[in-house]
């Protein structure tokens, strides 16, 4: 239309808007689609007989303004992407440093009641007073070791962040998800027992193991915060390697995702619901399983149930152990 009509100012504009929603998408594919609109819509100019408006100097002046555009929007794009790893890489070394300050009282914590207990042990009698010390005492070790456990996954998900994501090795998907219930704290049995398993049928896949290890762990953290909010609900997880393409499915019946976040809750630093995290857990799950040219999804119904379905392409040729 801009060259049908001359190139005239209002055009000018209109195509100036149009360029930068285009790249808005990802610069490879908005460049291509740029370079193709263009080529054709040359092509359909002289076929209609308007080739003279390609030579016209309004035209021709255009063409700087467009790739200097182009340009600005493609340098913009790269700041942000510096912008965010470099507030992922805080977020690293700030849990590096929280992880580092939590130990320490809690080793010390962890020495003390051990020291109380051994000493309410060695008391002659078997008072009640001394029965709630003691149960007091297992309480707070509990929680001593379930407060160790989860600064060890987030240093795992933030060391996922900046190590390389290239599938080095075949990985089972049974025995990654044996690992994560193993690994998890659970705050009681009624928690662990609300997690069921269901394999039926094992499957392998070029991946990592422990990225996959990270992604179920965000899957299974979010999923207990899901049911802890809404005072309800399961969580179910399939291992479906009969189908085509062999997946894992990921079931919490608690309160489910809104419509209108579900396309957002993939996008770095988005929350859902707002302030209750980083909004990194399932972004860093997307990236890693592109990586893998695999694929996570979400179907959900508000209040009801969420469903993350992670689809793996099925392994066709063995996968070199070790790092690359």
């Known amino acids: 239309m801009f060259l049908m009509n001359d190139a005239t100012g209002a055009w000018v504009q209109w195509l100036a ?3 930068v929603a285009l790249f808005h998408m990802p610069t490879p594919m908005a460049l291509r689609c740029y370079v193709t609109g263009t080529v054709l819509a040359l092509a359909c100019a002289i076929l209609q007989g308007r080739g003279h408006v390609i030579l016209s100097t ?17 340098v ?4 942000r992407s510096a912008l965010e790893q470099e507030k992922l890489a805080g977020m690293g070394e700030g849990l590096g440093a929280v992880a580092h300050e939590m ?12 020291g109380l207990t051994r000493m309410l042990q060695g008391e002659p009698g078997t008072g009640s007073g001394s029965e709630e010390a003691r149960q007091a005492m297992t309480r707070i070790q509990y929680e001593v070791r379930h407060m160790n456990h989860l600064i060890d996954l987030f240093l795992l998900s933030a060391n996922a962040v900046r190590r390389r994501l290239d599938p080095c090795e075949s990985v089972s998907m049974a025995d990654a998800v044996q690992a994560v219930l193993r690994r998890y704290p659970f705050s009681s049995p009624a928690q662990r027992s609300a997690v069921a398993v269901d394999v039926r049928s094992n499957f392998n896949f070029a991946g990592q193991y422990e990225l996959t290890v990270v992604i179920l762990l965000n899957l299974l953290r979010n999923a207990l915060k899901a049911i802890h909010r809404a005072g309800k609900g399961r969580v179910r997880i399939v291992v479906d390697g009969q189908r085509k393409p062999p997946r894992l499915l990921f079931i919490d019946t608690a309160c489910g995702i809104a419509a209108r976040h579900q396309r957002f809750i993939f996008q770095r630093f988005y929350a859902y619901p707002a ?3 980083t909004g990194v857990g399932l972004a860093l799950c997307r990236q890693i399983m592109h990586a893998w040219n695999a694929r996570i999804r979400c179907v959900s119904r508000e209040s009801a149930y969420a469903i993350f379905v992670l689809e793996f392409p099925i392994q066709r040729a063995k996968v070199p152990s070790g790092e690359p």
């Open 17 to 19: 808007v149009a360029i």
């Open 58 to 74: 309004a035209f021709l002046h255009q063409l700087p303004v467009h790739w200097f555009l182009i340009g600005l929007l493609c």
């Open 103 to 114: 130990r320490t009282p809690l080793a010390s914590m962890d020495a003390n009641v051990r």
């Open 76 to 79: 913009a794009r790269l700041g």
């Open 275 to 277: 302030y209750t995290g």
